[in-house]
């Protein structure tokens, strides 16, 4: 029997979500970057803040950028002197993201079409490894964790940002509420495509909890990880380092 994992609130065979993921993020990659402006009233844009201040991307480490599709986490990084390579399983994100860069005169990004789950890197060659909002779309999350432990050098760092639940009495209710009822039209409304959507909140209910997903990160190699919740949980930012 195939094995079986979740698209939302599905469970579908693993090759068919790396195909539907692919056709969501396709869909949605020249809306994505306005999607995420709407959808948290700009407030993504603190988020990512705060988490590449928790990165500290120094001057020339080499940093793996993981589903880093339109640049937004790169962009911060590589402002800071770091030597970034974005990588997304997604051609059309990546296309996105040039062309953001191209726009902005950012010169000296690396730019590759691969899975998180069989990146092409040899072992220890990156410094640090980032992945915001994207690995709850990974088909196996274990082995995306695994791949970044084995490309990270010793003493390289892993930190990511993902959407998680709150914890906080009421916002809770009235999150879950918005999020299933105003997401899909706000999609349709602003990227054509309220199915897309839709698939993205479901993902983030049907993501690990934060404590289930930090033991993942440990049972990957990592120590001394940690969870930093943001809105009571809402969004999270999880590290570990490969010692």
Known sequence: MSERVSFGYEDISADEKTERVGAVFSSVARKYDVMNDAMSGGMHRLWKDR???????????????MAG???????????????????????DMLDVGVERAMERGI??????????EELTFP????????????????TRIDSALAEAYRVLRHGGRFFCLEFSTTQWPGFKEAYDLYSHRLVPKIGQAIAGDADSYRYLIESIRRFPPMPEFEQ???????????VEPILGGLVAIHSGWKI
Request: proline share 1%; with cysteine.
């Open 51 to 65: 988490f590449v201040r928790r990165v500290k991307p120094q001057l020339g480490e080499a940093i793996l950028d």
């Open 69 to 91: 599709g339109t640049g937004d986490i790169a962009f911060r990084m590589a402002a800071r002197g770091a030597d970034v390579t974005v990588c997304d399983i997604n051609q």
């Open 107 to 116: 010169d000296g990004l690396g730019w590759s079409c691969q899975n998180a």
């Open 123 to 138: 072992a220890r060659f990156f410094d640090g490894y980032t992945i915001a909002f994207g690995i709850r779309n990974v």
């Open 216 to 226: 993942m990160i440990r049972d990957a190699g990592f120590v001394q990880t940690r």
